[in-house]
């Protein structure tokens, strides 16, 4: 995230403190202001004062609660006030930039899929801002506050400074200071987050791992690599919170990854990789189903399920090297859950069962016994994953006092 100094001690505990009472007004309104001072811990008169403070900023807004048997009047409770609260969350991802505006309730209000190539002339930076200028002309007269911009993407980044180290596919991408740029240009605080990272939060907010409080989201896909929820926190948020299982040797001989080691797990189990493989294995068995359609990951799948020999092979080695990798974070981190966010999870019947082999197999049984690997709630294909930095940056009170102060 791209702002201002840190808080001192009085702001950091007016920060949080307001972040808490508007992450409960969220997630249970309506709800009283007795209530908010009995789950939030804190005294009726810091209640009033918070709550006034969201009242004037058109924050919240109250409305009325009849308490279920009670006949009496009814009480007054609060609820988030959101529709005229907008924020631009963007996803880049291979070829493509995605640009939506959602209000603070995460509702999408318009939403754009738009071609980013490879290679072009123009920086990276400038087309990014480009981008993101035009989608404000464009889409100017459903604009309401702008407070804040969500960036999700692929690579090395420091997501405290907002500087993108290294991107896979964009090979001019090297210490783009995006986060800063991005600031200064819209005035709006800019969170940047790795997109594994940014959807294992949002698993974590809305989605399959709501409610756990230690949780390993594995994502393969373009890219391999994992985000870890640990005591209800993203591991490391505050600077790289990726989980570089994508970028762990298992080959010291293999493919060269664009991080400049040899071997790393993506370049064995990214969807790019594994489609590589099982041309290169099709050619040695002409026997199998694959040669019936165009090698696709949905045609890999579909064969999988079907019974053939070599697309279940295929799919069971990616659950293999994945498990492997997966049983070493289950002693270090003792989850509750283990998700999985592919478009490899159409043969999940296939690849689910070559992971939990591996973790059962190779991890503490203590650990690991009642462990179920499930699927991700979400796909990692729009820009929810940027609701969820927002969403954060608002329950933790960092976004929030800005909107506070005007």
Same mark, same amino acid.
């Given at each position: ?290 040669? *019936?359609?165009? +090698? ?5 799948? /579909? &064969? %999988? ?7 279940? $092979?295929? #799919? ?19 989850? *509750?859950?283990? +998700? ?5 999870? /159409? &043969? %999940? ?7 939990? $082999?591996? #973790? ?47």
């Amino acid at each position: 995230m791209v702002a201002d100094s840190q808080p001192g001690h009085i702001d950091q505990i007016k920060q949080t403190n307001a972040g808490a009472v508007y992450r409960l007004i969220d997630q249970l309104g309506p709800v009283s202001r007795i209530d908010l001072s009995r789950l939030a811990q804190l005294a009726p008169a810091s209640i009033t004062k918070i709550v006034r403070e969201m009242l004037e900023a058109h924050l919240v807004q109250e409305t009325e609660i009849q308490e279920p048997g009670s006949r009496g009047r009814p009480a007054v409770g609060l609820m988030v006030e959101t529709e005229a609260w907008h924020y631009l969350s963007v996803r880049i991802n291979r070829g493509e930039i995605h640009l939506a505006l959602r209000d603070l309730s995460s509702k999408l209000v318009v939403e754009e899929t738009l071609p980013l190539p490879l290679q072009d002339p123009t920086p990276f930076l400038t087309r990014i801002i480009t981008h993101i200028d035009q989608f404000f002309i464009r889409h100017q007269h459903m604009l309401e506050r702008l407070t804040a911009i969500a960036i999700t993407l692929p690579g090395i980044i420091d997501t405290e400074n907002g500087i993108i180290f290294r991107m896979p596919f964009y090979e001019d991408v090297k210490e783009v200071q995006l986060g800063e740029t991005l600031s200064e240009h819209t005035g709006v605080p800019v969170y940047i987050q790795h997109d594994i990272s940014a959807w294992t939060m949002a698993e974590a907010l809305f989605g399959a791992s709501r409610g756990a409080r230690d949780v390993i989201q594995v994502v393969i896909d373009h890219n391999v690599g994992a985000g870890v929820i640990t005591d209800g926190r993203l591991l490391h948020a505050g600077s790289s919170s990726l989980v570089e299982i994508g970028h762990t040797q298992v080959d010291p001989y293999g493919k060269r990854c664009y991080c400049g080691n040899h071997g790393c797990l993506e370049t064995i189990a990214s969807v790019e990789s594994v489609l590589e493989l099982a041309q290169v294995r099709m050619n040695q068995s002409m026997s199998s189903m694959l040669h *019936q359609q165009p +090698l696709s990951v949905d045609w890999l799948c /579909q &064969a %999988a399920l079907k019974g053939d020999l070599l697309a279940k $092979d295929i #799919i069971s080695g990616v659950g293999t090297n994945v498990g492997r990798i997966l049983a070493i974070m289950v002693n270090l981190f003792n989850p *509750q859950k283990i +998700l999985i966010g592919s478009p490899f999870n /159409q &043969a %999940a019947d296939i690849l689910f069962p070559a992971i939990t $082999d591996c #973790i059962r197999q190779q991890s503490l049984p203590a650990y690991s016994r009642h462990i179920a690997v499930e699927s991700t709630q979400f796909s990692n294909r729009g820009t929810m994953a940027g609701a969820a930095l927002v969403k954060d940056a608002l329950y933790n009170g960092s976004l929030l006092i800005r909107l506070l102060q005007g």
